[in-house]
């Protein structure tokens, strides 16, 4: 079982930059790939950006990349999205999520993780 608590969400304006974290507790942070997901107001959860268990690999949504970053500190059992160049329509609770994998490999669907965190709410006013 994998405990997983985001933190950092707050309000800034458009163009500004944030920084979430995702902490993690329970089985050894780094047989996971981590991954970032958010919902809007009315609209269905959406892959964000992911990073393999070595941190070797990472994939952005089209939405976010170029502006966006995630990254991960398996000593700290924590994963960051650094998020720049921030705009309105990046408003959304954004979640945190684990998949038990061995392997390098990154998912984009939420099916494929097992643990989801209860989310941190990011605003960005225009």
């Known amino acids: 079982q994998v405990q997983l608590v985001e933190s950092g969400g707050g309000l800034v304006r458009a163009g500004g930059s944030l920084r979430i974290s995702c902490a993690a507790s329970g089985r050894p942070f780094s047989y996971y790939t981590m991954g970032w997901f958010r919902q809007a107001p009315g609209k269905e959860r959406e892959f964000v950006a992911a990073?393999?268990?070595?941190?070797?690999?990472?994939y952005y949504a089209d939405s976010v990349k170029g502006r966006f970053t995630i990254s991960r500190d398996n000593a700290k059992n924590t994963v960051y999205l650094q998020m720049n160049n921030l705009e309105p329509e990046d408003t959304a609770v954004y979640y945190c999520?684990?998949?038990?994998?061995?392997?390098?490999?990154?998912?984009?669907?939420?099916?494929?993780?097992?643990?989801w965190g209860q989310g941190t709410q990011v605003t960005v006013s225009s």
């Open positions: 990073i393999s268990w070595s941190g070797g690999m990472t």
């Open positions: 999520a684990a998949e038990r994998t061995t392997l390098e490999v990154l998912s984009t669907r939420m099916g494929d993780y097992d643990y």
